[in-house]
């Protein structure tokens, strides 16, 4: 079975440009969640996205937003790009079969992750 | 906040088991413990993970402690392509895994 993939791999931008993210689930995977990745901060929950709604969502500011599409895929979207956005940010799906607690046991599996570097 | 606690780093010798420690004495009573590594940058791995019980599985085994309190995960026989860090991770209400710094792993020959 294929693993998370997410596109594009590497994205160079510049501040004030936006820039949206994919993310494919593994087939079946119900639930994605996004997370960023600095050297500086570590790794930090974005939010979690199930049957196309957000469940929850991190300490970030509203530039940074998402969506999942009826198929699972999800994107995420950052709006005015500052310096402090360069990151690694993964993607991560899990199973959520049926009904889907927040408190659920399902795995997350991650992806490669993008790299983006904001000039 | 992270609720995991990591040594910063340890080296292991190739071929012996690696134990890499974590604490966790705030973690509530329903909420697993999940390992994962990462390898130069690329996403997270999945280790194992557990709740109460010992647990092990084809890449590792998980200790808890009675009280879990703490854990330990041990590569039983560490291999050079086990370098990586090592993230012992909470999963708290809305499925958001909690990362703390992890412990670079460091497998020598």
């Known amino acids: 079975k294929a693993g998370v993939t997410q596109t594009p791999r590497y994205l160079i931008k510049t501040r004030g440009q936006q820039v949206t993210l994919s993310c494919s689930p593994i087939?079946?995977?119900?639930?994605v969640s996004w997370y960023q990745q600095t050297p500086g901060q570590g790794l930090q929950f974005l939010f979690e996205y199930f049957s196309e709604t957000q469940r929850n969502k991190g300490n970030f500011p509203g530039r940074f937003s998402g969506r999942q599409f009826s198929n699972s895929r999800s994107e995420m979207n950052v709006s005015t790009l500052e310096l402090g956005d360069s990151a690694l940010y993964l993607c991560?799906?899990?199973?959520?079969?049926?009904?889907?607690?927040?408190?659920?046991?399902?795995?997350?599996?991650f992806g490669p992750g993008t790299r983006l570097t904001v000039l | 906040d992270a609720k995991t606690t990591q040594p910063t780093s340890m080296d292991c010798a190739e071929g012996r088991a690696a134990n890499l420690p974590c604490n966790h004495s705030?973690?509530?009573?329903?909420?697993?413990v999940y390992w994962y590594r990462q390898i130069h940058s690329q996403g997270p791995q999945y280790i194992i993970h557990?709740?109460?019980n010992n647990e092990t599985n084809e890449m590792a085994s998980l200790i808890i402690t009675e009280d879990r309190k703490s854990s330990t995960l041990i590569l039983p026989h560490a291999t050079l392509r086990d370098t990586a860090v090592y993230y012992c991770?909470?999963?708290?209400?809305?499925?958001?895994?909690?990362f703390g710094a992890g412990t670079i792993l460091r497998v020598k020959s």
């Open positions: 557990g709740l109460k």
């Open positions: 087939s079946g995977h119900r639930s």
């Open positions: 991770t909470t999963m708290e209400y809305g499925n958001k895994l909690v």
């Open positions: 991560a799906s899990r199973l959520a079969g049926g009904w889907s607690s927040p408190m659920s046991t399902d795995t997350q599996y």
């Open positions: 705030t973690i509530s009573g329903n909420e697993y």
